[in-house]
């Protein structure tokens, strides 16, 4: 847990005797929440009051990725890291705006032994991912600035959440992984037939990142049928569901056993 850098002076942070807060050089501390995370956003870096997603996107987010529908992306992102990790026993991954951590916990599942760290901007988020698992370090941080040393990680996985280049080079290791996870062509395409007169695909040019070249590029697609609930709460976990007008949504939320396509780019990038 000593990988922690202060976000105001950059001086490595150290737990106090209680193990309850986290102090610098300069003095700046950090208490632990009851729930186990720091937050490490300074509030003269906040751009917003309640940066990230609010409590309501969290618990839409939530309640449908209760229902598992993800869990055979998750399960293919672990089984990515697991062919990674080799004889690694310390191997650490940061899970990049991680939100409730969903796949951080499907990941220690398949691979207990894996040190994970993540951050999110939104405090809700954090909240949630630390009362799930008292085992992996939550932060509230930005992925701007990341509170970490330089070299902290052997892999960060960023599933649908920004990130800045510089960071991700100083904080990953040489010849460590970045793992992303984004929307391919067909994504959510019955969805978006409710709601666009033309559905377009996605563009998915291979994003590049500064310091890392590309290893590894999946196309991972399947199908789901969700019940009306959780039909409600993907349509409200996406970006394009401000652009659902009200007949839009009473149709989709009419459309019993709707099958929709999942559809995503899995990528792998290594620190050069
Ligand atoms: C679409 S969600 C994905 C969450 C999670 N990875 C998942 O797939 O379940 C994007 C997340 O990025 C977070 N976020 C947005 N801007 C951020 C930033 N600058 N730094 C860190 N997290 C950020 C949001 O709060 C949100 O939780
Ligand atoms: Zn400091």
Same mark, same amino acid.
Request: proline share 5%; glycine share 4%.
């Given at each position: @847990?000593?990988?922690?850098?202060?976000?105001?002076?950059?001086?490595?942070?150290?737990?106090?005797?209680?193990? =309850?807060?986290?102090?610098?050089?300069?003095?700046?501390?950090?208490?632990?929440?009851?729930?186990?995370?720091?937050? #490490?956003?300074?509030?003269?870096?906040?751009?917003?009051?309640?940066?990230?997603?609010?409590?309501?996107?969290?618990?839409?987010?939530?309640?449908?990725?209760?229902?598992?529908?993800?869990?055979?992306?998750?399960?293919?992102?672990? &089984?990515?890291?697991?062919?990674?990790?080799?004889?690694?026993?310390?191997?650490?991954? #940061?899970?990049?705006?991680?939100?409730?951590?969903?796949?951080?916990?499907? +990941?220690?599942?398949?691979?207990?032994?894996?040190?994970?760290?993540? +951050? !999110?901007?939104?405090?809700?988020?954090?909240?949630?991912?630390?009362?799930?698992?008292?085992?992996?370090?939550?932060?509230?941080?930005?992925?701007?600035?990341?509170?970490?040393?330089?070299?902290?990680? &052997? #892999?960060?996985?960023?599933?649908?959440?920004?990130?800045?280049?510089?960071?991700?080079?100083?904080?990953?290791?040489?010849?460590?992984?970045?793992?992303?996870? *984004?929307?391919?062509?067909? %994504?959510?395409? =019955?969805?978006?037939?409710?709601?666009?007169?033309?559905?377009?695909? %996605?563009? *998915? =040019? &291979? *994003?590049?990142?500064?310091?890392?070249?590309?290893?590894?590029? =999946?196309?991972?697609?399947?199908?789901?049928?969700?019940?009306?609930? %959780?039909? @409600?709460? #993907?349509?409200? @976990?996406?970006?394009?569901?401000? %652009?659902?007008?009200?007949?839009? *949504?009473?149709?989709?939320?009419?459309?019993? !056993?709707?099958? +929709?396509?999942?559809?995503?780019?899995?990528?792998?990038?290594?620190?050069?």
């Amino acid at each position: @847990m000593s990988n922690y850098i202060c976000p105001l002076c950059d001086n490595p942070l150290q737990l106090n005797e209680s193990n =309850q807060g986290l102090s610098c050089a300069n003095n700046h501390q950090f208490d632990r929440a009851k729930q186990g995370y720091f937050n #490490l956003l300074p509030v003269q870096r906040k751009k917003s009051k309640e940066p990230g997603d609010s409590k309501i996107m969290i618990t839409a987010r939530q309640d449908f990725l209760a229902g598992d529908y993800y869990l055979p992306l998750a399960t293919k992102v672990a &089984d990515k890291i697991e062919s990674l990790i080799a004889d690694n026993p310390s191997f650490a991954m #940061l899970d990049l705006g991680c939100g409730e951590g969903y796949y951080s916990r499907q +990941i220690k599942q398949q691979l207990p032994a894996i040190l994970q760290y993540g +951050i !999110d901007i939104s405090k809700p988020a954090i909240i949630k991912a630390a009362k799930a698992d008292k085992s992996a370090h939550y932060a509230v941080a930005s992925s701007d600035k990341l509170p970490y040393a330089d070299n902290s990680f &052997d #892999l960060a996985l960023k599933v649908y959440a920004p990130a800045n280049d510089e960071e991700l080079q100083r904080v990953i290791k040489l010849q460590g992984y970045l793992l992303t996870i *984004t929307p391919a062509p067909r %994504h959510l395409w =019955q969805l978006r037939q409710f709601i666009y007169q033309e559905v377009r695909e %996605h563009d *998915t =040019q &291979d *994003t590049k990142f500064e310091g890392f070249s590309l290893q590894d590029s =999946q196309r991972f697609s399947y199908n789901i049928t969700p019940n009306t609930a %959780h039909r @409600m709460a #993907l349509l409200q @976990m996406t970006p394009f569901a401000w %652009h659902a007008n009200e007949a839009a *949504t009473n149709n989709i939320k009419q459309a019993d !056993d709707l099958a +929709i396509e999942l559809d995503f780019v899995i990528n792998l990038y290594r620190a050069i």
